[in-house]
């Protein structure tokens, strides 16, 4: 059973997906559960699997007994193991929250959303874990396809945001296949360790150049890095909640993690960082997605909106704190990485609920929120603390590395980008106290009545989404105070440098 | 580079010539077209071409071919060169790519038959006019 962790991670959802989908034609009522099962049998085995990869180092297994390079490796080491865990939590807890809003936006189809949950996070976990890169395009076309239907499902814009990301997608996961398909002529390999020790030998060729320009561009796409971010505002905010929270977090997360891969793991980190020189450039456009997705996010008018933004921002962090090339930027990075994915979900799961309230995320529509729902903008108000970096949650370590890496490389227009947008970032958030907690202004000698005003009623998002909202945020904090030791048990031995 | 030999190098190359032209065709398609479905068609020879790329490039020189053609069945015994052989494994991991392009042509024209239902345009821009419309709408 242990020796099957990472084959588990990724055919128990796949398989469950089926059954879900068969479900849904007999008994609606057991496709929660079932799911439910199959995402904690993933969550259950990416912890197994990494305690095991601390113990042991890097787990290999071969998928039906073939060994590599002509069979399909898995392969997990303290890169893939920390964040396989994050994802699958991440997943877990996202559809422990959102039962009550799937029932209520998705009414009848209630059936195909957690078939196309299910194929979602059975794309990205098969990412994480792949060691074979064109079973890694495979697997990136079963989460983005499954995310263009999760996303395009929405009412209003969605299907036309949709239709968007399915061009902006196919970009991306194309530039990746062909990149892969240079690789292929220049190596005659696809699995990865075996390409990492056939490249140097090589070296330098324009074909493995091309390769590498290819497959990093793609993922540029597909992580929405700033100017080609087009895709990803619309796509987030015009989904459903349940789905907006579910892809938002995971999907750029798993793409850096793709770009940290392909960086270090197919290509040789020696290439990378100085051979093809575009580190320097890469940081300076990072430096330029924080800013514009900062000033972005001010100007929306719409909570999932400026969320949606400030992942735009994120990325630039992670992508900046990677590619300045030194070990507290890549700690910086990969922490973030982790970080990211619960902060965001946080915040959107936060959202959701008070969709689920109030049907509206317009700014105008949240005066009076933190009366009307207290615990939700409590924890909501953790995760943006975390966001804005404020300790003790996590989002202040990770920034703390990513600033440390930017002063240790000299790249001191990315520690100023940083902090700019950690204050744009404190701007955003207090606006919404602002909204949310004194509005509507009381007026007149009636003033001190306002506050019991007729909307003043108590009316909480149901228990489920506040338990997984709780844990979440709850998570935020116990991440930041434990960061120390997730650097220096895992992190640390993430990435050869 | 004199005008012969720009001509051999075009024409030794030529799957990969055919292969950058396709390519352009299909970006230029997305990016350029108001229609969405002709977006869509472009989506399709974009990833057609990268099909084209991986068949092309199992190819071998001097007459290798396909393991059927050349011993059918029950014709055991026969040492297997892999020289005789075109590689096969572009061909079987198009299989695949061909799989996932069917697959987002269905997601993208089930998305476009709910942008029809719900604008009854497909032309990009007339569809964004209206969403202005209604968004003008709503705040007065």
Redesign the interface.
């Known amino acids: 059973m242990k020796e099957h962790f990472p084959a588990l991670i990724v055919v128990t959802p796949l398989i469950m997906a089926l059954l879900v989908s068969a479900m849904s034609w007999l008994n609606k009522k057991l496709c929660f559960p079932t799911t439910v099962l199959a995402l904690l049998v993933s969550l259950l085995s990416s912890i197994g699997l990494l305690l095991r990869v601390m113990s042991e180092g890097t787990v290999r297994y071969r998928l039906g007994g073939w060994s590599p390079p002509w069979g399909i490796a898995y392969e997990a080491d303290h890169l893939n193991g920390l964040i396989l865990v994050v994802v699958s939590l991440a997943a877990f807890l996202n559809l422990i929250g959102s039962k009550a809003l799937v029932a209520k936006e998705f009414d009848q189809k209630e059936g195909p959303f957690y078939t196309l949950y299910l194929l979602f996070v059975t794309g990205l976990l098969g990412i994480l874990v792949t060691g074979d890169a064109f079973n890694l395009y495979v697997l990136l076309e079963i989460a983005s396809l499954s995310g263009y239907a999760l996303i395009g499902m929405g009412n209003g814009r969605a299907s036309l945001a949709g239709l968007n990301y399915v061009f902006m997608g196919t970009i991306g996961a194309s530039f990746y296949l062909l990149g892969i398909g240079y690789l292929y002529l220049a190596t005659g390999s696809l699995n990865m360790a075996d390409i990492s020790a056939i490249l140097p030998g090589i070296l330098p060729s324009n074909v493995v150049f091309l390769a590498f320009l290819l497959c990093l561009s793609g993922m540029l796409i597909k992580m929405a890095f700033f100017p080609l971010h087009g895709w990803l505002p619309n796509a987030y905010t015009h989904a459903f909640s349940t789905a907006s929270s579910l892809v938002a977090p995971l999907t750029t997360k798993v793409m850096i993690y793709v770009m940290i891969r392909i960086s270090f793991f197919v290509f040789p980190p020696a290439f990378v960082l100085t051979g093809v020189d575009i580190s320097g450039a890469l940081v300076w456009f990072a430096v330029v997605a924080m800013v514009m997705g900062s000033v972005l996010a001010l100007s929306q008018k719409r909570l999932k909106r400026m969320l949606a933004y400030i992942i735009v921002a994120e990325v630039g962090y992670m992508v900046g704190g990677f590619w300045l090339g030194n070990r507290l930027g890549m700690n910086g990075a990969i922490l973030h990485i982790a970080n990211d994915v619960m902060m965001t979900l946080c915040v959107f799961l936060a959202a959701g609920a008070i969709s689920y309230k109030i049907n509206d995320d317009r700014f105008s529509a949240l005066q009076g929120i933190f009366r009307k729902m207290p615990f939700t903008m409590a924890f909501f108000m953790i995760g943006a603390l975390s966001i804005i970096g404020v300790p003790p949650t996590c989002g202040f370590f990770s920034k703390w590395y990513l600033i440390s890496g930017g002063i240790a490389a000299g790249q001191y227009g990315f520690v100023a980008a940083l902090l700019f947008s950690s204050l744009v970032n404190a701007v955003l958030f207090f606006r919404i106290v602002e909204i949310g907690y004194y509005e509507p202004f009381p007026e007149g000698h009636h003033a001190h009545h306002a506050r019991s005003g007729p909307k003043g009623g108590m009316a909480e998002a149901p228990l489920g989404m506040l338990v997984s909202l709780g844990i979440t945020a709850g998570l935020l904090i116990v991440m930041g105070i434990y960061s120390g030791d997730i650097v220096n048990n895992i992190i640390q031995f993430a990435v050869p440098l | 580079m004199t005008m012969d030999a720009f001509t051999t190098f075009v024409i030794s190359k030529y799957n990969y010539w055919a292969v950058v032209v396709l390519i352009m065709i299909g970006?230029y398609a997305?990016i350029a077209k108001q229609n969405?479905v002709k977006?869509i068609i472009g989506?399709n020879i974009?990833?057609t071409a990268?099909i084209l790329?991986?068949v092309s490039?199992g190819a071998k020189s001097g007459g290798a071919t396909i393991p059927i053609i050349l011993n059918a069945h029950g014709e055991d015994g026969i040492p297997v060169r892999a020289m005789d052989y075109i590689n096969p494994l572009?061909h079987v991991?198009m299989l695949?790519?061909i799989v996932?392009s069917v697959?987002?042509l269905g997601?993208?024209l089930?998305?476009?038959l709910?942008?029809y239902n719900?604008y009854g345009t497909l032309e990009e821009d007339e569809?964004r006019l209206k969403?202005q419309k209604e968004a003008y709408k709503s705040l007065h």
């Open positions: 970006l997305m969405l977006k989506m974009f990833q990268i790329f991986y490039s572009p991991l695949t790519a996932v697959a987002t997601v993208a089930s998305l476009v709910k942008i719900q569809i969403i």
